[in-house]
């Protein structure tokens, strides 16, 4: 258990919809990361957090936005579902001082 | 932008066998490189090495760092059935940002 948390472990939807994922980061640490897992894409780093500000952004589509919140927990909202938004979701956390991230047990979303 | 090439992409080993990952990138002020397994669930944490800390060693899996040539391998030995997974490689540029490869699956017959 890495003590990341998020919320739900299975998502099933249909196109057009719009989800929330939760995710709240280990005690202590002020670093929120947002990854998307595919088959054929691997890893792939979505936005990253540091104590509720925006730090850095990677592949996120315009439909999908996420925020943290002052109790440092997180959130990443995916809008105008499509069926290659099907993947599974991870939050990461990190303290201030070391790069190492600690993941949750991700987020499974299927979109029909 | 930020690279991370993981070799093989995928390996079939036998109980007992040695196996070496390779993980070669390039990076933007370049800070540290990780090494994690993926199990069926989340990616857990195996190394980290930096500029201070080239080598490291766990028990059966150690893990060097070349800085000069920008490549790392992760070595396994005496591999068992529970080291089947995907390893993945990381590697943290500013920001502590990190670029994953697409990782290595390793499955281990018995």
């Known amino acids: 258990d890495s003590g990341v948390t998020q919320t739900p472990k299975h998502l099933i939807t249909a196109t057009g919809q719009r989800v929330t994922l939760r995710c709240s980061p280990r005690s202590g640490d002020l670093s929120v990361y947002w990854y998307q897992q595919s088959l054929d894409q691997g890893l792939q780093f979505l936005i990253q957090y540091y104590n509720g500000e925006e730090r850095a952004k990677g592949n996120i589509l315009e439909r999908f936005s996420a925020q943290q919140f002052p109790d440092l927990h997180s959130e990443l909202n995916l809008s105008s579902l499509e069926l290659g938004d099907s993947a599974l979701y991870f939050c990461?956390?990190?303290?201030?001082?070391?790069?190492?991230?600690?993941f949750g047990p991700g987020t499974r979303l299927t979109v029909l | 932008e930020d690279k991370v090439v993981q070799s093989p992409l995928s390996l079939v080993v036998h109980e007992g066998d040695t196996v070496t990952l390779n993980c070669s990138y390039e990076?933007?002020?370049?800070?540290?490189l990780l090494w994690y397994k993926q199990e069926k669930k989340a990616p857990t944490f195996l190394f980290m090495l930096t500029s201070s800390g080239i080598e490291k060693k766990s028990g059966r899996l150690s893990s060097i760092l070349d800085k000069k040539e920008l490549f790392s391998i992760l070595n396994i030995t005496a591999t068992q059935t529970g080291d089947s997974a995907i390893y993945l490689c990381?590697?943290?540029?500013?920001?502590?940002?990190?670029?994953f490869g697409k990782g290595t699956l390793l499955t281990v017959n018995p």
């Open positions: 990461a956390s990190s303290s201030p001082q070391s790069p190492n991230q600690f």
């Open positions: 990381a590697v943290g540029g500013s920001n502590y940002k990190l670029t």
């Open positions: 990076v933007t002020n370049f800070r540290s």
